[in-house]
């Protein structure tokens, strides 16, 4: 048997009418807990980010357009971008943080013990410790679903097709796709470049402006990149710290 | 002014409590100390090596509980043990941490050998204690340097710009906490390579520590700022106290214990204002996408 496909979403924002059907499909097929009602006064956002208990987030986004008074709506589902090179995965020192063979990247409950170093890493402030629990957690990707061919819970409540699930390559054909029919110079597809400081992500996104708008960062890096450079650093720093030692106590032998 | 979603934050910020910047500081001690020990045994400065030793296994004991205690499932600690992974600069420090421990522990307890085993038994444990000194100092710059590398190798903006000083900054508070324990812990007349090591080990943070606060562009703010300026500022004033104590007060054991103690106070007040200042860095969006446009 060949290895799958490599599985992934492409959420066109240009479509989503901010339901947040998505949030809750979600919360209820992984059990997800409830983190009370806060009330954020952020247009119709009361989720605020993606966090330990929020593994879909809609954003919504109230623009001025034009001198009318006139204004626009973006809506978007965020999630976990399920990196090509994922720092989370990189710096997890217990192996909890894994990459299935559907090329995503899952926690694995029964293993995390909670040391936080996947949140840090993160540079989409995904990946979360879950209060009271004090272990982390994100997407998925439906794991428990995808292997018996079903879409991830997101992708079928969406009722716009907004969240699209399928072969990442063929996800990412329809964006371009997309994006074309789109014909808005403003529209831009995010996270599909596999030059991009991730490798490109397995989760991304048609937007309808910058992406730090949506609270997306404009050029995220897998920090595990620099790490040679780093070690090289530290490995300098540790030779001047010996180097140090033997000069002090030299010549002052008792 | 950039763009942001509400002006919310893009990143997490760190979920570590203060037992984190505490293990940097107590582990950079462990590793300066044992370092001092092992320099002290090898020129026959029996007090030094014992203040040293045994600050060296009570550093290590504290770091020991930081780490653990910091944890979100401390039951499940030992689930660090179950890979060794390269990409980790966790995971390497875990190993680290577990060799030097074990070096370190065989170096205090010979330390602490009744003094009435004068015969073989005496001359063994003393040989085997060398020896254990000696691999802890071995290890032991690198346990003082891969804690930088662990918060460098994170999304944190002020860190990870930060990624080729903070290593010179760390290596520099860890010699300087060790040389403090010396200061402390032993006579002035053994003291001579402590009082250099004070210095040096201050010249290395206080250089460092500033390149980090002024080289690093828009990245640099968060060190300048609030209560991350306000520690580093403690740091170094103690720092340089800490240093200028070591040389003048060469021949009152007085002078050299509190030059030790503003040591051992900078140390750890360059490691909190460190930590602080990362954890600004990811609370305000401008740090991560200025940057990353390019614009800071």
Redesign the interface.
């Given at each position: 048997m060949s290895a799958p496909q490599r599985m992934g979403f492409f959420t066109d924002t240009s479509v989503c009418i901010g339901c947040k059907a998505c949030e809750v499909a979600c919360k209820e097929w992984n059990g997800v807990p409830a983190d009370g009602l806060d009330l954020l006064g952020?247009s119709f956002d009361n989720t605020?980010?993606l966090?330990a208990n929020s593994w879909r987030h809609v954003?919504f986004?109230e623009q001025p357009v034009g001198d009318h008074g006139d204004m626009r709506w973006l809506m978007a589902s965020d999630v976990c971008k399920h990196c090509t090179h994922a720092?989370c995965l990189?710096?997890?020192?217990?192996?909890?943080l894994m990459r299935t063979e559907f090329d995503t990247v899952i926690v694995q409950a029964d293993?995390?013990?909670?040391?936080?170093?996947c949140?840090?890493?993160?540079?989409?402030?995904v990946?979360?410790?879950?209060e009271g629990?004090?272990?982390?957690w994100k997407c998925t990707l439906c794991y428990d679903r995808i292997g018996d061919g079903l879409r991830p819970a997101c992708a079928t409540a969406c009722p716009t097709e907004s969240i699209q699930y399928g072969p990442l390559d063929e996800l990412r054909e329809r964006a371009q796709a997309r994006l074309e029919a789109l014909d808005d110079p403003q529209a831009r597809l995010y996270g599909h470049d596999p030059a991009d400081g991730v490798g490109g992500q397995g989760a991304f996104f048609l937007l309808l402006?910058?992406p730090?708008?949506?609270?997306?960062?404009?050029?995220?890096v897998v920090?595990?990149r620099?790490?040679p450079?780093?070690?090289k650093?530290?490995?300098?720093?540790?030779?001047?710290?010996?180097a140090?030692?033997?000069?002090?106590?030299l010549g002052?032998?008792? | 002014m950039?763009?942001?979603?509400?002006g919310?934050?893009?990143?997490?910020a760190?979920?570590?409590r203060h037992d984190i910047p505490a293990y940097l500081f107590t582990g950079g001690l462990a590793?300066g100390s044992a370092?001092?020990a092992?320099?002290?045994d090898?020129?026959?400065?029996p007090r030094t090596r014992r203040a040293a030793r045994l600050a060296a296994l009570g550093a290590l004991g504290a770091s020991t509980y930081f780490l653990i205690n910091?944890?979100?499932?401390?039951e499940?600690?030992h689930?660090?043990l179950?890979?060794a992974?390269p990409?980790?600069?966790?995971?390497v420090g875990?190993w680290l941490l577990t060799a030097f421990g074990g070096a370190a522990g065989l170096a205090a307890t010979a330390e602490i050998r009744p003094r009435r085993w004068n015969g073989p038994a005496g001359r063994l444990t003393d040989a085997a204690g060398r020896a254990a000194g000696l691999g802890a100092?071995a290890l032991?710059?690198?346990l003082?340097?891969?804690t930088?590398?662990?918060?460098?190798?994170?999304?944190?903006p002020s860190w990870?710009e930060a990624?080729?000083d903070l290593?010179?900054a760390?290596?520099g508070s860890?010699?300087a906490s060790g040389a403090a324990v010396g200061l402390i812990g032993a006579p002035p007349s053994?003291g001579?390579?402590?009082r250099?090591?004070a210095v040096?080990?201050v010249a290395?943070e206080v250089a460092a520590t500033h390149r980090i606060e002024t080289g690093l562009g828009l990245l640099s703010e968060p060190y300048r700022t609030g209560k991350a300026a306000r520690l580093l500022h403690a740091a170094r004033a103690l720092n340089l106290a800490g240093a200028a104590g070591a040389l003048l007060g060469r021949r009152s054991r007085v002078v050299s214990a509190l030059s030790g103690a503003a040591l051992l106070a900078g140390s750890l007040a360059t490691r909190f204002g460190i930590y602080e200042a990362g954890v600004a860095s990811?609370k305000d969006?401008k740090y991560?996408?200025e940057p990353?446009?390019g614009s800071a």
């Open positions: 952020l605020g980010q966090d954003a986004i720092a990189d710096v997890c020192p217990t192996g909890s293993i995390c013990n909670g040391c936080g170093y949140i840090s890493a993160c540079p989409y402030g990946i979360d410790r879950r629990d004090g272990r982390a402006d910058e730090e708008v949506y609270g997306l960062p404009p050029a995220p920090t595990t620099d790490l450079q780093m070690w650093r530290a490995g300098l720093a540790a030779l001047t710290m010996a140090a030692v033997a000069v002090s106590f002052r032998r008792k | 950039s763009d942001s979603y509400y919310r934050p893009i990143l997490k760190p979920a570590w590793a370092l001092l092992a320099g002290a090898l020129t026959g400065r910091d944890l979100g499932r401390p499940r600690f689930h660090m179950r890979v992974k990409t980790s600069p966790m995971s875990t100092a032991a710059p690198g003082a340097t891969y930088a590398v662990l918060i460098a190798d994170t999304a944190v990870h990624r080729a290593p010179f760390f290596a860890a010699l053994e001579g390579p402590a250099a090591l040096t080990g290395l990811t969006p991560v996408v990353q446009r």
